[in-house]
């Protein structure tokens, strides 16, 4: 009796930091409205796929290009959580990767970073993501992380790896180039993302 006891208990508190992510995500949600971001695609409609980097369709629908990175934020996220909150339940580790990511998305669509971006990356046409974008990036991220959760840590890496990769060679970003470019602008990197 004991145990199932325990056992009942540990799931309710599962469910409590599951919802604790989820009030994150709607804060996330409800800041970035307060900030005048639109909910959806000023086009008015909402697709699945935008597989069009400089369009104004990029960073408005469910998953663009960019989508990987985020999956990739989830692999960072889980080992970050694994070195800090060490013996902590897996739902507490995913609180805390809700948390980091939510707010970098926030961040993210500032005039401040959005204009980074438009000055020392490629991304002319970048003027934030949409509310649904950004909710699927951290839903992206949290996917990742719970991928990371039960992969052997040499296949994340692989996966990272092939992501980034894949990733570079179709649309000459990833994650590692666009943190590059905010960081660290150079000209070469930005000529050869511009094909030129």
């Known amino acids: 009796m004991t145990l199932a006891a325990g056992t009942e208990d540990n799931r309710q508190r599962v469910w409590i930091w599951l919802a604790a992510c989820l009030g994150v995500i709607a804060v996330q949600m409800l800041v970035q409205h307060l900030m005048g971001r639109l909910w959806i695609c000023e086009c008015g409609y909402v697709k699945l796929w935008e597989g069009v980097v400089n369009s104004s369709g990029n ?13 990739i934020h989830g692999f960072l996220f889980y080992g970050l959580g694994h070195l800090l909150l060490w013996g902590k339940p897996l739902s507490a580790r995913l609180l805390l990767a809700t948390v980091i990511e939510a707010a970098w998305e926030i961040a993210e669509n500032t005039p401040v970073v959005i204009n980074r971006y438009r000055s020392a990356t490629i991304s002319l046409d970048y003027f934030g993501d949409s509310i649904l974008n950004s909710t699927m990036d951290t839903l992206a991220m949290a996917a990742g992380f719970l991928l990371a959760s039960r992969l052997p840590v040499a296949v994340t ?40």
């Open 59 to 71: 960073s408005q629908h469910i998953a663009d290009w960019y989508t990987p990175s985020h999956v």
């Open 157 to 196: 890496i692989a996966l990272a790896i092939a992501l980034e990769l894949f990733t570079g060679w179709m649309i000459r970003d990833n994650l590692t180039l666009n943190v590059l470019m905010l960081v660290w602008p150079l000209d070469a990197v930005k000529a050869w993302q511009a094909g030129i």
